[in-house]
């Protein structure tokens, strides 16, 4: 019998040429959160940094939503989360705003990736699964099974 269910949802657009809005939300019978990044394409860099506690089980929670504009500069690349983690307070933050904005910034990163790689072909994949690997291994390499590198 299930007792509880947590609902993370992440969405991506492009907002002109030059930025893409990610928004990550939560939502279960204690939580109704989200966490919205603006990301500049060219660097990967996030520019703007918005969260929001519409319910949380305490009073005390909302506060933590402050944390989420020190994402403001950080760039989208490897190494990110562990800097995530400092940035949005730690013992002093929120594990869900932690956990969306890590959700926002891979995402965005996965968008980031397909429009490096064509964006057309990460979409509708037309190569092989060899040729695309190879394509995006510099991208992708050791964050699972298929870009794994053999040492």
């Known amino acids: 019998m299930e007792i509880y269910e947590r609902n993370i949802n992440a969405s991506v657009r492009r907002e002109d040429e030059e930025h893409i809005i990610t928004k990550a ?3 279960d019978l204690n939580h109704n959160m989200r966490v919205v990044i603006t990301v500049r394409i060219a660097n990967r860099e996030i520019v703007e940094a918005d969260g929001q ?3 949380a089980p305490f009073s ?3 506060q933590t939503v402050k ?3 020190n994402l403001i500069g950080l760039k989208i690349e490897r ?3 562990r800097k995530m983690a400092d940035l949005l307070g730690r ?3 929120c594990t869900h705003l932690y956990e969306l904005s890590v959700e926002a910034a891979r995402l965005s990163s996965n968008v980031l ?3 490096e790689t064509g964006d057309e072909e990460w979409r509708e994949r037309r190569l092989s699964d060899e040729e695309f690997i190879e394509k995006a291994r ?3 390499a050791n964050s699972c099974l298929p870009f794994k590198i053999s040492k």
Request: aromatic share 12%; charged share 10%; net charge neutral.
């Open 53 to 55: 506690m519409i319910k």
């Open 138 to 140: 510099g991208f992708l």
């Open 25 to 27: 939300s939560l939502l």
């Open 113 to 115: 990736l397909g429009f």
């Open 91 to 93: 013992a002093d933050g």
């Open 60 to 62: 005390i929670c909302s």
């Open 67 to 69: 944390f989420v504009h």
């Open 79 to 81: 190494g990110m989360t």
